[in-house]
């Protein structure tokens, strides 16, 4: 069958990798792709949020399966829209996706089904806000309600940090209207954790955890950004927890939504805490892959990618089997200088082609790359690449990551040095 991805960053580049490798792929499309995601797909001029323009072209050229990438058009409801005009569509609906575009609805339904989770409150007005903030010790978070592209939550060490981050969000408003609510909530201390979930209404199928590093700079210094590396599996952290989190967070989550009318079919992805004495708690949860957690995640899934969509499309989850393999994967993210805040663009990338070359098994997704008319790649965006190695071991595949990074070259390129040392303590 014919397949549409949406979406244009190191996520879609990992979904359309994937995707090409099984034999039910006939001709992949993405709406609207990257430089790189052209090597594995057909670019479409489209863009994530052009609904009737994307229905359109799937109908056209009869694709058989659609599957969305970035949590903006699912929470817009886009998925609607594929199933109104009769599509198969991978993603959850715009009620389903609520759990991601609403922190306060999230947080409520977990304090209403008993799902571990940070205690909170929630506030529409700055000044009770930055009241109650005042009575709370610090570290505490500061969460913007709505989508902010990674970027909505500060945790604050200082009071001080605190209220800039609330007038930030509810005064200036840097998130717009996503900052018209806030959730301010208890610090937790402890390992980070992501378990991303096939889910078809109450049927949860887990993938292999991974570990994001969020903080743009060594040692999780610095403001958050979407995402500067991640890695799995996880070692240091028993297995035994893993699937705690999913009885008692990742399962009762997806019963939850049925319950609420809001059932849930797609990727649930949960964002955990580990505490110190072993006990995890939700963070956050999406609802679509995350990035670049998926750079890491796929590339260990040994089943067929599209088998997987259609069986839950098609309410048929609980049925297949899903084998992942026993490989480490580690993704070094190469931003631009200056991310998360303003960077340059346009910026060539040298070294990508001899990187093919020397390493063919290598994985480097694109998340911000165009092509210079004269064939060349160069920066589009503030996370530019993801470069994956892959090994026996965290060791091994973290070693390979680095290697292949310290090939590829732009001015200004930014990337930690320590993505997944957390495993090797």
Known sequence: MDILVVGGGGREHAICWALSKSPKANTIYCAPGNAGIAEVATLVPIQVKEFDKLVEFAQQKKVGLVVIGPDDPLVEGIVDHFEAAGIPVFGPRKNAAYIEGSKTFMKDLLKKYNIPTAAYEKFD??????????????????????LAAGKGVTVAFTIEEAEQALSNIMIDKVFGESGSQVVIEEFLEGQEMSILAFVDGETVRPMVAAQDHKQ???????????????????????????EEAVKTIIEPTAKAMVAEGRPFRGVLFAGLMISPDGTPKTIEFNARFGDPETQVVLPRLQSDLVEIFLAAINGTLDQIEIKWSNEAAVCVVLASGGYPASYPTGVPIKGLEAVKAAHPSSLVFHAGTAKHEAGEFVTNGGRVLGVVGLGEDIIAAREQAYKIAKEIDFEGKHQRSDIALKALV
């Not at 007005?125 to 709505?146: C, H, S």
């Not at 210094?221 to 599996?233: A, L, R, V």
Request: proline residues 10%.
């Open 216 to 242: 743009v700079y060594d040692e999780d210094k610095g403001p958050n950004t979407g995402g500067m590396g991640t890695y799995s599996p996880l070692p240091h952290i028993a297995d035994s927890i893993i």
């Open 125 to 146: 007005r700055y000044e009770e806000a930055l009241t109650y903030l005042r009575t709370r010790p610090v570290p505490i978070v500061i969460k913007a309600d709505g």
